[in-house]
């Protein structure tokens, strides 16, 4: 019964809420902006309400994930995974040939309602780096540290990490913006 569950998390995850959003308004967000199926190419190209509907969507599927999970009664560490793989979904869907989005609309729906108390302390220190920073992507690094951090403070690594895994993915996903936003936020002064 379990695999059943993993299999469809890592379905659901495949399901593009930014391409629904985009032929909705008749737009290929794969093709328009970034390129990138998520909200924050929703946002550039199609504005602020288009992005929040394909936030609030990619973080439906996570939080499906997770109470389906919890419904069926199955280990918390058996819902992780299936948190995982409905991350793994969204950025790697073989229908689209594993070009998927970045993930992180689906890690925070799955974060919120696996473990609360790491995606509070994720939020309140990507929020509290902001302002310095002036990087959201960079900002979810530091958020993404806190995750760890009170993983490790509150000894919960041994069930959680499948949601490590899940974050070290999306780091690696944001490795381009991350080049960028570091270069942009901390120009060196090389003549």
């Known amino acids: 019964m379990v695999i059943l ?50 936030f609030l969507g990619d973080f439906l599927k996570g939080s499906v994930v997770v109470w389906a999970g919890l419904w069926l009664e199955f280990s ?8 995982l793989l409905s991350v793994i979904g969204h950025i790697y869907p073989l229908w689209r040939k594993g070009r998927g989005g970045k993930g992180i609309s689906t890690f ?25 920073l002036k990087s959201a992507t960079l900002s979810m690094l530091a958020g993404f540290s806190a995750f760890f951090a009170v993983a490790f403070a509150f000894q919960v690594q041994s069930v959680v990490w499948p949601l490590f895994v899940a974050i070290i993915i999306i780091v690696i996903r944001h490795k381009a913006d991350i080049k960028i936003s570091m270069e942009t936020r901390f120009p060196s002064n090389k003549a």
């Open 5 to 54: 569950y993993w299999i469809g998390s890592y379905l659901l995850g495949t399901v593009l809420t930014a391409l629904w959003i985009g032929k909705w308004k008749g737009v290929d967000l794969t093709s328009s902006g970034s390129g990138n199926p998520g909200a924050r190419n929703a946002l550039a190209v199609l504005g602020r309400r288009a992005s929040l509907l394909v």
């Open 76 to 83: 918390l560490w058996s819902v992780a995974v299936a948190g």
């Open 108 to 132: 925070a729906g799955v974060a919120f309602w696996l473990t609360p108390d790491l995606f509070l302390a994720m939020l309140v220190l990507s929020f509290a780096f902001y302002p310095w």
